[in-house]
């Protein structure tokens, strides 16, 4: 099958953007199908973003602080481990198990614990992230240290190759496509609950500003917000793929 030269893909792309667009502004300030109060026109929103940019941006920031930070250690520590853990066959089967079973709590129900340990709501939000992106690249990395071909380790070993070196030179690049599908899971996780964090007991960020205007029926800030949150999240996503893409580019 041919693929689509990225171009022709950005076109596309906007193309359906700015159909969305027009068919927003049709529906609510020309035809009016959609009532006004609660889905402002995009003229106004976007005016608005514009005007609360000082804002948006102290939010945004706040937002991509927190998720580098919990993500970072969650990755190194999920990587880590899992390579360490996956190379003694015995231990990964078991850790396979308990790992399952940890990582189907969902991360946000230690919000509590993290409030009442931690010093700020800052840090209990990086525990959370720390915890979404760990488990799933744990399992990522268990998975991937599975995957590689053990002839591979077999003939590292024959030329007396140092542990650390063949979980570093061979392991860890041959697992980095299911690893990469663990850090995907992992940062979708954590837009997810760090907006959802925000709203419930933030003080900042992009989910707080929904939040806070959402309390006064502020409809087009909320739509603001809304598109930004979709905006950054889109760039980040983008400029990760671009990151896996060139760190898998010998597959």
């Known amino acids: ?8 893909t950005a076109l596309d792309v906007v193309f359906i ?17 959609l009532p006004s109060r609660i889905f402002p026109g995009p003229g106004a929103v976007f005016s608005q973003i514009v005007e609360d940019g000082e804002k948006i941006l102290t939010g945004i920031v706040s937002s991509l602080g927190i998720i580098a930070q919990g ?3 969650g990755a190194a520590c999920g990587i880590g481990l899992g390579l360490l853990l996956g190379s ?6 078991a850790a396979e198990k308990v790992v399952a079973f940890l990582s189907a709590i969902p991360p946000i129900v230690y919000i509590p614990y993290g409030i009442a340990l931690l010093p700020t709501f800052r840090a209990s939000s990086v525990l959370v992230i720390f915890l979404a992106t760990f488990w799933p ?31 570093l030179r061979v392991t860890l690049p041959a697992a980095l496509p299911l690893i990469f599908n663990g850090l995907n899971i992992g940062l979708c996780l954590s837009f997810i609950l760090l907006t959802s964090a925000e709203m419930i007991g ?3 960020g992009m989910g707080y500003y929904v939040k806070y205007y959402s309390d006064f029926s502020d409809y087009t800030r909320i739509l603001a917000g809304i598109i930004v949150i979709g905006i950054v999240i889109t760039a980040v996503s983008m400029l990760f793929g671009m990151l896996q893409r060139r760190l898998l580019r010998w597959r």
């Not at 003694?88 to 089967?93: D, F, P, S």
């Open 202 to 204: 933030g003080s900042s």
């Open 71 to 73: 993500f970072v250690l």
């Open 1 to 8: 099958m041919n693929k689509t030269p990225a171009y022709k």
């Open 137 to 167: 690249v744990l399992t990522g990395t268990l998975a991937g240290v599975s995957s590689v071909d053990k002839r591979l380790i077999d003939s590292a070993r024959v030329l007396n190759v140092p542990r650390p070196k063949i979980l």
């Open 17 to 33: 953007i700015v159909l969305v667009i027009a068919s927003w502004w049709l529906a609510t300030d020309v035809f009016g199908v």
């Open 88 to 93: 003694q066959a015995r231990v990964h089967a």
